[in-house]
């Protein structure tokens, strides 16, 4: 028993994983290589709210033979991240995790839900700070932490979106932010990076980003800090330009910064169908000095119009115009320089946190946070109990079992994952399924104008973001 416990473990340390990755100063950096790491990252949140069923056990990396439609479709666009909103930390993500892990894609993981109970609230957020509240988010925290293939954790998504939410909101996603770093650093064999999804609303956007990533007293390695800064940013619409989209302001008000910064949510769909042309700007010498990538918002087609590919009832799925448009996009760029570049020595240190920072005098200036609520210094202390718990499995067929068709009605031939070698990294071309363009591409398909009031934003008034904030692990313990 002994012997076969010793060769389950030897195979398990022989699975093919992507290189956990780490963060050095501004940079996400691939320890193996010593490049950095841009984000080609996906929105994915399959059947919107409806994807979400406490219930049935039901999330969007609960159903392998989806995760594996969807890994494959998005392998073959040259995603390597993708951006997981709802997540039930009681229910198993092991196959679709590895599934995701083999295409060669990383996990950006919101602790956050909507669930009761589930989220910082905007209004009012002392009212939603308690200990079933963070128990739930260092759940969601266990269930993935041992991922290789975990990338960072979101702790909150939007909670800031006004004048009036700077006013209150900070201490207290600040205290959130602190706690569940502190439950990383207690529980997780790795550090995993923790930091905030703000929007991107410009009147609040840089005093939001000094209040999160300010340090305390002079200390660099201050808890409460977020690792990382990520923006839902919409300001690219169209065929616009790195000016006029407002994209050079960004990288002016940003560019000391002493951490990763990334666009969590990108993709403005009007006009529709898009064009994707702020690919070509993200991942260029404009951007890159300070950005690290970005997720497009989203993968699947829902009320709000942002999708790339819309799923039936019976598991099949077609390709939009918009699946073609971004394929186009990143496959005029050059990702072995993209990704081959060696992270320039940076001296940044983040800003030191003081009332000045702030342009907008009502800005909440108090770092005095609010101590945990009752309780919950218990859970960090001791762990959630009773623990989830994920880990890497076989995967034992990468073949696709449903019908998926491309923009004018033919079906995608030979669709699969292509299981990627140890410590590699998908990237566009790596799996070369053909799909075909829409005869329809450049005419705007009836009704495909945003609807505002249709966006599924839970958070957000202003953007078509989703949902609430998290925080992830990338754990690399291969046994
Ligand atoms: C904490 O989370 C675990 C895992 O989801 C759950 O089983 C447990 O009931 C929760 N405890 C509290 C006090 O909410
Ligand atoms: C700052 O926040 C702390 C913790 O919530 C609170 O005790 C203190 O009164 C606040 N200070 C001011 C000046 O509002
Ligand atoms: C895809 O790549 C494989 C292996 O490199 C090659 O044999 C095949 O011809 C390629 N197919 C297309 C459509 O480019």
Redesign the pocket.
């Known amino acids: 028993m002994l012997v076969s416990a010793t060769l389950v473990a030897l195979g398990a340390t022989l699975a093919a994983a992507v290189p956990t990755l780490e963060v050095r100063g501004p940079y996400f950096i691939n320890p193996k290589t010593g490049n950095r790491f841009q984000v080609v990252g996906m929105a994915y949140q399959p059947g919107g709210s409806a994807g979400y069923d406490e219930d049935l056990g039901k999330d969007p990396l609960s159903d392998p033979d989806a995760c594996l439609r969807d890994a494959a479709l998005m392998q073959v666009l040259g995603i390597n991240t993708i951006r997981v909103y709802n997540l039930n930390?009681?229910i198993n993500h092991d196959e679709c995790v590895s599934i995701f892990n083999a295409a060669g894609m990383y996990m950006l993981i919101d602790v956050n839900s909507p669930q009761v109970a589930g989220s910082l609230t905007s209004h009012n957020p002392w009212e939603s700070y308690y200990?079933?509240y963070l128990?739930?988010t260092f759940?969601v925290v266990e269930a993935f932490k041992n991922y290789p293939n975990t990338l960072a954790f979101f702790s909150g998504n939007e909670v800031l979106n006004n004048l009036d939410t700077g006013k209150t909101v900070p201490p207290y996603m600040r205290a959130v932010t602190r706690d569940i770093k502190n439950y990383v650093k207690r529980h997780s064999s790795r550090p995993i990076p923790v930091g905030y999804s703000a929007a991107d609303v410009r009147e609040i956007l840089f005093d939001t980003y000094n209040y999160f990533q300010c340090s305390l007293e002079d200390e660099e390695d201050d808890i409460s800090r977020g690792d990382i800064f990520a923006l839902n940013s919409y300001s690219w619409c169209g065929d616009s330009s790195f000016t006029e989209s407002t994209y050079d302001k960004l990288v002016e008000g940003l560019k000391d910064t002493a951490d990763p910064i990334f666009f969590s949510e990108y993709g403005c769909n009007e006009p529709s169908p898009r064009i994707f042309t702020e690919v070509g700007s993200i991942y260029s010498a404009d951007m890159w000095s300070v950005f690290s990538g970005g997720v497009v918002y989203e993968y699947t087609q829902e009320a709000n119009n942002y999708g790339l590919v819309k799923l039936n009832d019976d598991g099949s799925a077609e390709l939009l115009p918009d699946f073609v448009a971004l394929r186009e996009q990143y496959a005029k760029l050059n990702f072995d320089e993209i990704q081959g570049q060696k992270a320039p020595a940076s001296s940044a240190k983040p800003p030191v946190c003081s009332q000045s920072l702030f342009t907008n005098k009502n800005f909440n200036s108090n770092f005095t946070l609010p101590v945990p609520p009752p309780g919950a210094e218990d859970i960090i202390e001791k762990g959630?109990?009773?623990k989830?718990s994920g880990k890497l499995v076989d995967v034992k067929n990468f073949d696709v079992k449903f019908t998926v068709k491309n923009p004018d009605g033919s079906v995608v031939a030979n669709l699969a994952v292509q299981p990627l070698a140890n410590d590699e990294i998908n990237r566009p071309g790596l799996n070369n399924v053909s799909t075909t363009a829409s005869s329809t591409t450049g005419t705007p398909a009836a009704g495909a104008k945003d609807n505002e009031d249709a966006a599924p934003h839970a958070a957000a008034m202003v953007l078509p973001a989703v949902a609430m904030g998290a925080f992830a692990v990338m754990a690399g313990m291969a046994i």
Do not use: K, L, M
Request: aromatic share 0%; glycine share 0%; net charge neutral.
């Open positions: 930390p009681n200990a079933e128990n739930r759940a959630v109990s009773p989830p």
